[in-house]
């Protein structure tokens, strides 16, 4: 994180759901914080330099606070946990200002919004600001079990109600997601919304694609992916293009990674290949893409790559560094 940090006060921390606490964050003088827009998320510094990135959860038109919902995972890196166990009301953390790489497509005839888990978060924002606007929109949420999913009262308290459908896993078959039967009902207009974990956001937009939804309709935010060499790993070289320098990749290392033991720093955030924020210009050579991030076509093209998780096809990239 960088300048422009927000230093902010755990106003709030209530248990949504099991395994989901919600964290109200306000600045501790009471002055008004940066606006966001639905789909919006911060990084928080949790401690020992260990950022993550959480989506805003409340209404867009709140400027006293920022809600964010975290999952304690098992397979966390130690980010989750750090929030349950050692993140206390009153206590003040450090967090970026809002930034969205998953925005409303506010000129949409009508808006289908599909979360999984804990992906209801940005979902739930999205949701609020579709109904402040009168916008036309469905919203489908799955979760294990009702005791697994967050922030189900305040969504039967609200007044989009009716928009919302509930899908459990421990539930009769005939309330289960349909996914290919839900999206081959929608018209033409209508954009798609996905966030959840990988294997839902895999389903969804495998059957968007399947079904012929072109790319522009489709928007999404994945919450982590797992980072580690891979068997055939193979080492390569990555060219600085501002000094000609070469650096060695090796097949158990990141090209971040890399990168940093030669003393060349490149903006990380994530570093599971999410948020965007190492995204690197390549001017030579053929990636292999590994991200959530880049869509299939911006992959394509072979003109940028996430150094966080990416690696190479060719010996040798050349990089806008």
Same mark, same amino acid.
């Given at each position: 994180?960088?300048?422009?940090?927000?230093?902010?006060?755990?106003?709030?921390?209530?248990?949504?759901?099991?395994?989901?606490?919600?964290?109200?964050?306000?600045?501790?003088?009471? %002055?008004?914080?940066?606006?966001?827009?639905? =789909?919006?998320?911060?990084?928080?510094?949790?401690?020992?330099?260990?950022?993550? /990135?959480?989506?805003?959860?409340?209404?867009?038109?709140?400027?006293?606070?920022?809600?964010?919902?975290?999952?304690?995972?098992?397979?966390?890196?130690?980010?989750?946990?750090?929030?349950?166990?050692?993140?206390?009301?009153?206590?003040?953390?450090?967090?970026?200002?809002?930034?969205?790489?998953?925005?409303?497509?506010?000129? #949409?005839?009508?808006?289908?919004?599909?979360?999984?888990?804990?992906?209801?978060?940005?979902?739930?924002?999205? %949701?609020?600001?579709?109904?402040?606007?009168?916008?036309?929109?469905?919203?489908?949420?799955?979760?294990?079990?009702?005791?697994?999913?967050?922030?189900?009262?305040?969504?039967? #308290?609200?007044?989009? #109600?009716?928009?919302?459908?509930?899908?459990?896993?421990?539930?009769?078959? %005939?309330?289960?997601?349909?996914? !290919?039967?839900?999206?081959?009902?929608?018209?033409?207009?209508?954009?798609? +919304?996905?966030?959840? !974990?990988?294997?839902?956001?895999? %389903?969804? &937009?495998?059957?968007?694609?399947? =079904?012929?939804?072109?790319?522009?309709?489709?928007?999404?935010?994945?919450?982590?992916?797992?980072?580690?060499?891979?068997?055939?790993?193979?080492?390569?070289?990555?060219?600085?293009?501002?000094?000609?320098?070469?650096? #060695?990749?090796?097949?158990?290392?990141?090209?971040?990674?890399?990168?940093?033991?030669?003393?060349?720093?490149?903006?990380?955030?994530?570093?599971?290949?999410?948020?965007?924020?190492? &995204?690197?210009?390549?001017?030579?050579?053929?990636?292999?893409?590994?991200?959530? +991030?880049?869509?299939?076509?911006? /992959?394509?093209?072979?003109?940028?790559?996430?150094?966080?998780?990416?690696?190479?096809?060719?010996?040798?990239?050349?990089?806008?560094?």
């Amino acid at each position: 994180m960088g300048e422009g940090t927000l230093m902010l006060r755990v106003a709030a921390k209530t248990v949504e759901a099991e395994g989901i606490c919600s964290f109200e964050l306000a600045d501790p003088t009471g %002055a008004p914080l940066p606006a966001f827009s639905a =789909g919006s998320h911060i990084d928080v510094l949790i401690d020992d330099g260990l950022t993550r /990135q959480y989506s805003l959860c409340n209404d867009p038109a709140e400027g006293h606070r920022y809600l964010i919902g975290v999952l304690r995972d098992p397979a966390s890196r130690g980010g989750s946990a750090a929030m349950h166990d050692r993140v206390a009301v009153g206590q003040l953390i450090r967090v970026s200002a809002p930034r969205n790489h998953f925005a409303l497509a506010h000129g #949409a005839g009508r808006h289908l919004l599909l979360a999984g888990g804990i992906g209801v978060t940005p979902i739930l924002c999205m %949701a609020e600001r579709l109904a402040a606007t009168g916008a036309a929109f469905a919203m489908h949420y799955c979760a294990r079990s009702p005791a697994r999913a967050a922030f189900r009262d305040r969504i039967r #308290a609200s007044g989009f #109600a009716d928009a919302v459908r509930f899908h459990f896993d421990d539930g009769d078959a %005939a309330q289960k997601l349909d996914i !290919p039967a839900l999206l081959a009902a929608q018209d033409a207009g209508t954009h798609l +919304y996905v966030c959840g !974990p990988k294997g839902f956001m895999d %389903a969804v &937009l495998g059957a968007a694609r399947s =079904g012929g939804w072109p790319e522009e309709r489709l928007h999404y935010e994945f919450f982590g992916a797992e980072v580690a060499p891979a068997a055939g790993d193979q080492a390569f070289e990555v060219q600085l293009a501002s000094s000609g320098r070469i650096i #060695a990749v090796p097949a158990d290392k990141t090209v971040v990674q890399a990168l940093l033991e030669a003393r060349v720093v490149v903006d990380t955030s994530c570093e599971q290949g999410v948020c965007g924020t190492c &995204l690197t210009r390549v001017l030579d050579g053929v990636p292999d893409h590994r991200d959530l +991030y880049l869509t299939p076509e911006e /992959q394509a093209r072979n003109d940028q790559f996430l150094p966080c998780c990416s690696r190479a096809k060719t010996p040798r990239l050349v990089l806008d560094i």
